[in-house]
């Protein structure tokens, strides 16, 4: 059984930072990307960032601020989230597949884990 399963989120100030993990079971992702969307109150859920094969890929919304990695060996990714704004307030749900950069493309999900930021 296949499972992301996420971890790090929370509540922060204004200008605060964050690391999300995600850490694949059941399989690996190793030849896959994996990455982030994230869901706000009221919206669509929307591409955050992804990685895969070295290439990284990011929302304008969060460029200069977000770094995504990842741990190949441990089928871990990883969100840094820099200068953060209320406006990131959101689910962040964790993305793995062959494709991650949309979010019908999606092949596996984490459960999602919440990043408040207040002002």
């Known amino acids: 059984q296949v499972q992301l399963v996420e971890s790090g989120g929370g509540l922060v100030q204004a200008g605060g930072s964050l690391r999300l993990s995600c850490a694949a079971s059941?399989?690996?992702?190793?030849?896959?990307?994996m990455g982030w969307f994230r869901q706000a109150p009221g919206k669509e859920r929307e591409f955050v960032a992804a990685?895969?094969?070295?290439?990284?890929s990011y929302a304008n919304s969060v460029k200069g601020r977000f770094t995504t990695s990842r741990d190949i060996v441990r089928d871990t990714v990883y969100l840094q989230m820099n200068s953060l704004k209320p406006e990131d307030t959101a689910v962040y749900y964790c993305?793995?597949?062959?494709?991650?950069?949309?979010?019908?493309?999606?092949?596996?999900w984490g459960q999602g884990t919440q990043v408040t930021v207040s002002s």
């Open positions: 993305a793995a597949g062959a494709d991650v950069l949309s979010v019908n493309s999606v092949s596996y």
């Open positions: 990685r895969k094969w070295g290439i990284t």
């Open positions: 059941g399989r690996t992702f190793r030849n896959d990307g």
